[in-house]
């Protein structure tokens, strides 16, 4: 690897952290920042940006900037619902398959390389199917997506450190599974974690918007970036394009903060892995 | 693992909720209606005897039936659609590579820090965009505003060209229909720039790796001190050795691009499969997503197998 020039790990991680800030500021200060509500008709439809209303309104007279702000809420909550069920479910079943070894590890690993055969957003689209819309039912789609990237890394760290003199001399004075691997192997596996749990918030939210763009996650009237974008997309050829570009402009600052983070991150954490 | 595969969609299809046949005839349909198309659909036997004609189904190239539109085979709508997203996707990938390599390339090369952050940005950057946003802005700016483009569609009615391969640009140019071609290859430059810029971002964190672990190996400091041109170095040393790694991580990258190939095509309502799997979505048409799903299945494990022996093609060392 080349080396990263001085700084520039850092100055993703404070650009990205920035943006990421930013939007948990806006999702939770939401209602502080617009005297309107995203769900109910508040003036003449198709309204064109002004100062009442900066990003104008849409078809049913909705305040497209308190949608926009709203909609960080929207998001922000399903993505980090879903990542944290993806990591934890990952995590543990990455420890116990790498751990183990033996039959375990054989089913779990088929059954996880097994999912990697569709695309992404294809699986989140088949379990979202399944499941129905909803806030809860698209988080768990999106949940089911990426148990399995925690999962084979995990899996892999596991597998060398199970074989490490301190794990086996902690064997030897007969310490129970469990504890072996909450307290000798999980703690080395924290800064990876951290990184592709960063990284892979940026999947998610596009997952999520695509689900919610499709019709599957969440639906209007939720304000939600992704299905904004599907119902401001019917008024564009007649050039209303305030509809359209807000919501898409928000999902791509988030997915870009997230990224720099997540890159800046494996800089500094992880110097020695480069990236998949 | 194909077995597993095939399992999980069958599992995912079949917890669907809501009643196909009711949502197909309409709830104005006699309740003799309804058993005759459960019937026709085999949806009234139990699931496991439902599973075991769907795997012996698929090994003989059988998906069943579509739950709509007069219970067309599946396997015919999926071949109707293929192209579209084979065409897509391919020169999609093409700009991706190029675009991408480009840049991934050059970031290295310069060995200048500035130009290796700006790569590693535009990385960052192009794939951070939600891909039908894009896909609207570049409509907007280019077909709404200038009218350059077409907004949606594959081709204007009555223009397409007589099927050989289903890859308009081939067929048109085999016919040596080049109205045909240039009305094609105009429907297609925005889907494909987008779905190409969004992959490119992939190809330029790739290229990077691969290319940085390159340029400090030993033979290509030994060519440099023999004198060789920087041209023949980049050439026959770097250019071949980085492009190696390259190859199984396009076979992974394979699986996101037809994941990309869904949300083009319903932004630009492509007529391929995965803006097929979102019409039939809203149809709840079981048999017909369910089809598509696998299909989008076996093609990546396909794709993967491919890569695998051009690698060994490619890499003399490596042998199976």
Known sequence: MIPIPRGSAQYFVYSGGALVAAAVAIALLAPFLTRFDPTV????????????????????????????????????????????????????????????????????????DSTYSFPDIVLAIAVSIALGPGIYNAAAAIAVVYIPTYFRMVRGQALTIREQNYVLAARMMGAKAYDIMIRYVLPTLVPVVVTVFTLNVTDAILT????????????????????????????????????????????????????????????????????? | M??????????????????????????????????????????????????????????????????????????????????????????????????????????????????DVGSRLYGIISYSFFIPWLGIMLQIVLSVWFR?????????????????????????????????LANASWHLFLPSLTLGIVMSGIYAKLGRTSFSEVIVQDHVLAARSRGLKEGTIFRDHILRNALVPLLTMMGLQFALLLGGTVLTETAFSWPGMGYLIYERILYRDYNTIQGILVFFALLVVFVNIIIDIIYAYVDPRIRF
């Open chain 1, 41 to 112: 008709t508040v003036d003449s439809v198709l309204l064109p940006p002004s100062l009442v209303h900066p990003f104008g309104t849409n078809n049913l007279g909705y305040d497209m900037y308190s949608r926009a702000l709203y909609g960080a809420r929207v998001v922000l909550y399903i993505v980090f619902l879903s990542t944290s069920l993806s990591m934890v479910a990952g995590v543990a079943l990455g420890l116990v398959s790498g751990y183990f070894g033996g039959y375990r590890d054989r089913i779990l690993t088929i059954i996880m």
């Open chain 1, 208 to 276: 999520e918007a695509a689900l919610s763009y499709l019709g599957l996650g969440v639906v209007p009237p939720t304000p939600d970036w992704g299905s904004d974008l599907r119902s401001g997309q019917v008024y564009l050829p007649s050039g209303y394009w305030w509809l359209v570009t807000i919501p898409g402009a928000m999902i791509m600052l988030l997915t870009i903060g997230f990224s720099l983070l997540g890159e800046g991150l494996s800089d500094l954490l992880n110097p020695r892995i480069s990236r998949k």
């Open chain 2, 2 to 115: 194909l077995l597993i595969v095939l399992t999980i969609v069958f599992l995912v299809v079949r917890v669907l909720p809501g009643d196909p046949v009711l949502a197909v005839l309409g709830p104005k349909a006699t309740p003799e209606e309804r058993e005759r198309m459960r019937e026709q659909l085999g949806l009234d036997k139990p699931l496991h005897v439902q599973y075991f004609a769907y795997l012996a189904g698929i090994f003989s190239g059988d998906m069943g039936r579509s739950m709509i539109f007069g219970l067309r085979p599946v396997v015919y709508e999926i071949w109707d659609r293929f192209p579209a997203t084979l065409e897509l996707s391919i020169i999609a990938s093409i700009i991706a590579a190029i675009l991408g390599l480009t840049v991934g390339s050059l970031g290295v090369l310069s060995k200048k820090p500035q130009a």
């Open chain 2, 148 to 180: 350059l483009f077409p907004i949606s569609g594959r081709i204007d009615p009555m223009m397409a060209p007589t099927r050989i391969t289903g890859l308009y640009l081939i067929d048109s140019l085999l016919t040596t229909n080049l109205q045909a």
